[in-house]
């Protein structure tokens, strides 16, 4: 009896339906909506291979299949659990869905949160059931203490490695075509490469203002130029760890008043002084790392604040040059 | 002929009678000169071919971002109380000698004793290095730094010594007719440096070789101890990603990637791997700027990007010498927000730069990080940390005697100093070294050369232990620290080798290299 029984879990199923749509919704939240038919779809295959295979199980050992649920043993049809299969999938993603666009709304710290606990519910859940997983047998077999362990039924346990491994290529196949659309991206010329977020681009900008304030360059200060932009197109050559560095910096300084502040805040939200308290304290950081990642920061920031002829020329610094190749410093960007 | 990487657009195959990897002072000379001998080269660089058309109208940040390997800071991690010090590497046809400072020295002679002592290297004797010095500085055209292009800090700083007793000299560089436009590191928008761009490899391209840009070599090819060739990606300028191979059939491979890139090369590959030398041994010259601020305006943009040195204190192995990045870098690397930021860009006429570089008995090492990232570390002995803080404390003397109001050193605490008795402070003892803001521009030594394949991974003429036809000529087989900028040392180097290379392992001229055919 190989097909004895069968490992389903709807439980973990129903959350994996509520997972996979507050992810979406951190993809598609400024226009949400229920009709997402592109990914929807894909989930759909997922889950219909999921379902294909429960199905197949439930013929095999019904008893088994709707123990989670029911108190005895029914003779459900295989339409009833497709149909199971249709409401254990869409309505988590619906519910999700709602759940999601309303966490985001209010922030994307919210979304991870929401997205974090249903995660620890997933566990929770699993470690709940995991005796069931654990072993193979009818109902009464399970009660009664003389069902088999599941890592002893060689050929369920084959079936198990190939199922995992089905899954695993549909994943790396998805990864890999994910890479394939990111290179294609990255490789038209239209594509303006971004290093980082348009929220720490904001830090950036923030940072920028207290560095270059009102007073210098009046006529060209920071607060007019969007420098976070620049500074984003600036770092975008740099090697994954270094940008991986610096946008760690960025969150770092936007939550450091968090750290070493009475009054916190975020960084961005700050008034002036404030602001130039935390950048003090970061600057003379005793950490060496945090010291000299933001010397970097600072440094680059300076570099494409002070490199503008027209700046320079606002503190005296006139550059001359000759010939068909004036100096660069008064050359287009 | 440069090819740059769109101009591939499939796999291709070429044959050549050497592959050079790497087009700065290396292997740009090696190029030159095996070229010159009749020998077909393929230069193979993995940064792209700029001119000066181009970086000419460049912003500094955009020659930053495109010229230098990780736009100027490829951080070397500080082990112990050691800074984290950032190298300033170039990565582009012409390597680091497009955006370095163009500062000429040959190799001290005690240095080359020592080698010969110490090391056992006794072809590198100065007779023997002399007609190379002299070969590749009259193809540099190197002169003395006129005195019309010493800015008013520097001739501030000449009297300072001079009434304080240190000796120093103008520098000799590779410059010719200077515009004293004071923008060297972001490379020469008028091509008055004579960078190995438009000297070395401007005639190694007349004599037929052929220089591949942004093109990564990433495999070498051998059958046992024989070199087959070079495989390598064409990549995507703008993005970095790889797009077709390139494969060089070539028995001779020139190694020339720089001294953080060519082990790399090596342990990716992994090849010469019995010395246990590869990668270790890295010394860099440690150097940091202190600024100065006097009451009038010094305008110190205005002349010669370096123009002199204090030699006093050489036998201590320290140099003192004058340089002014531009003042983005200089207001970038001062402290303070706010309003102290605006005081301090308000009085950028003001504010002077002058270096102290260290010759280092410390090492460092080079390992394999992610992809093609090296993950560079460094750990500075305490003996090399008091010479660096002398250094500096040096360098703050002559500010004083130069009439500076206040000096800003390169550390948190004490970071600005108004009286020359306030130098006392900086004391090796309670100052911390990875505080210290600290760069380095002269990475050397991590293939060193030597007798003992045991204790080093190339031999004197550049021959990697052990292996037949793959030479190593670049920065990475200088032994130890030079004391000095090390460009003349480490071209002069590659040129002896490349002359050996014609003479004894090189047989006739197959002629021009070829394009085999395409693959894949």
Known sequence: MIFATFVIDPPALFLVGVLYALMLVHVEWRSPTLSLAGPFGWGWLFVGGFYALAILCYQRAPAWMTMYFLPDETSWSVWVLGYLGLVLYAVPYALGFVVGVGARRRSPWVLGIVIFSSLGVLFWVGITVLDRYQV????????????????????????????????????????????????????????????????????????????????????????????????????????????????????????????????????????????????????????????????????????????RPEVLAEVGAVYHGKGEHRSGWEGPE | MIISGDQVTRNEEIQADVCVIGSGCGGSVVARELSEAGHSVVVLEEGGHYTREDYGTWRPSKSMNILYRENGALPALGIGDTPNIYLLVGKCVGGSSLVNGGVCWRTPERVL??????????ELTLEAMDRAFDRVESELQVGRVPEHLHNEGVRRLQAAALRKGWSGRALDRNVVDCDACCRCLFGCPHDAKRSVLVTYLESAQSFGTRIYSDCRAEKIIRKGNRILGVRARVIDRRTGIGLHHLRVRSEIVVLAAGSIHTPLVLMKNRLARKSGQVGRNLTVHPSARVYARFDDPIDPWKGSFQSYAIEEFRPEGIQLINIYPSPSIVLGTMGGFGVQARQDAERVRHIGAFGGMISDVSTGRVRPGFGWNPLVTYRMLPQDKAKFLRALRLVGELWFEAGAREIYLPMPDPAIMTRPDQLDRIDPDKIQASRIECGAQHPLGTCRMGIEPKQSVVGPWGQVHGLEGL?????????????????????????????????TNLGRSSGSSRHVGSFG
């Open chain 2, 471 to 503: 030479y190593i000529a670049d920065g990475s087989v200088v032994p130890t620290s030079v004391a000095v900028n090390p460009q003349i040392t480490i071209m002069a180097m590659a040129t002896r080798i490349a002359w050996r290379l014609a003479e």
């Open chain 1, 136 to 307: 193979v047998g009818t109902r009464e077999e399970f009660l009664a203490g003389t069902a088999r362990p599941l890592w002893d039924h060689t050929e369920l346990m084959r079936l198990l490695l190939l199922g995992t491994l089905g899954l695993s290529a549909w994943v790396v196949g998805g990864i890999g075509l994910a890479l394939r659309n990111r290179r294609r991206r990255l490789l038209d010329p239209d594509q303006i490469l971004q290093a980082f977020s348009p929220v720490r681009r904001r830090v950036v900008q923030a940072f920028a203002c207290r560095l270059f304030p009102v007073g210098i360059g009046s006529a060209h200060h920071a607060g007019k130029m969007d420098l976070g932009e620049e500074m984003s197109r600036y770092m975008v050559r740099m090697p994954w760890m270094n940008r991986v560095g610096l946008g760690l910096m960025f969150d770092l300084i936007q939550f450091w008043p968090y750290v070493v502040r009475r009054k916190p805040g975020r960084f961005t939200s700050l008034c002036a002084s404030e602001q130039d308290r935390v950048l003090h304290a970061m600057e003379s950081s005793r950490s060496v790392i945090v010291q000299s990642i933001f010397h970097i920061l600072k440094v680059a920031l300076c570099l494409l604040y002070w490199e």
């Open chain 2, 113 to 122: 004793v020592d080698w010969r002592d110490r090391l056992g290297i006794s």
